[in-house]
């Protein structure tokens, strides 16, 4: 299969979907972290309609769109104003809607838990299915949210047993929700775990191939 893996930089994705097999590239506006000759630098919008048969967009600009950060829609950061955040919450709206309804059968769209002023702006909004990393093998908490289209809602692969709360156990699967601040912060939080991405690959690309075959 073709397939496309927007707003990645880490390859995370990408390298699952090409171990088995498929023909696959990454884009984003920063360049790909693992040197790749299968990345391109640029606009995701740009590059929707050049044939692809899957699209994976993991991590498009979610500041304004998250329940995060619902709060500065109200009372902006100092230096910004109110008219600026909610500019900006439009203008992620329209990304993201971009990216949902792009002109390819097999459309996943990831994003944390989106609130109501996005959820509106968002064209064709569908209800996403919410996956963890435990389900796949991965001791870590950080509920993210999958808008599919033509695609199935992923199933558990190697579903862990969460620790108890207020244990060290715990403190270390919370490690995203606890990133210490600083430059690197938005990447070490947004970056998918590798559990994740093979289950992506193993699950929805043979489905589509199937699918496409009949």
Known sequence: MNILVGCETSGVVRRAFAANGHDVWSVDLLPSEDGSN????GDLRDHLRDGWDLLAVMHPPCTRLCNSGVRWLHVPPPG???EEMWADLDAAASF???CLNAPIPHVC???PIM???ARKRVRGWIKPQTVQPWWFGEPAFKATCLYL???SSLVATDRLVPPASGTAEHKAWSQVHRASPGPDRWKNRSRTYAGVARAMAMQWAPAALQEAAE
Not at 38 to 41: A, E, G, P
């Open 109 to 111: 769209v990831e994003n």
């Open 80 to 82: 910004r104003t109110k």
């Open 149 to 151: 289209r033509g695609l």
């Open 96 to 98: 993201f809607s971009d």
């Open 115 to 117: 609130h109501s002023h």
């Open 38 to 41: 299968r990345h391109i630098i």
